[in-house]
């Protein structure tokens, strides 16, 4: 029996960490007014090419015009931590 591993879980062990963007942006009617718009995705530190790739298209096809934009990262899966134990209990 094989046990399927999920996407995300290989993303993180190939080194991928969560990605969150806040995106500002220029409503098109009105440019003096700014909207917000939050991107989440697994992505590589520290270049993110999933950002670039989605900030590219934004750009390319939508009306939007960017203002700023806010990333943030963590990565989820870490070298654990290791303590010595001074004793050795037994519960029943």
């Known amino acids: 029996m ?8 290989a993303a993180q062990l ?3 960490s969560l990605t969150t963007a806040e995106i500002l942006y220029r409503l098109p009617d009105h440019p003096a007014l700014l909207q917000s718009f939050i991107w989440q995705e697994y992505d590589l530190h520290p270049r993110f090419p999933r950002l670039q790739r989605f900030l590219d298209f934004w ?3 939508l009306d939007g015009k960017l203002y700023r934009v806010t990333v943030a990262h963590n990565k989820l899966i870490t070298p654990a931590e290791v ?4 004793g050795d209990y037994r519960v029943h």
């Open 2 to 9: 094989t046990v399927a591993t999920s996407r995300d879980f």
């Open 14 to 16: 190939a080194g991928y």
């Open 59 to 61: 750009a390319r096809n």
């Open 83 to 86: 303590r010595l134990v001074t």
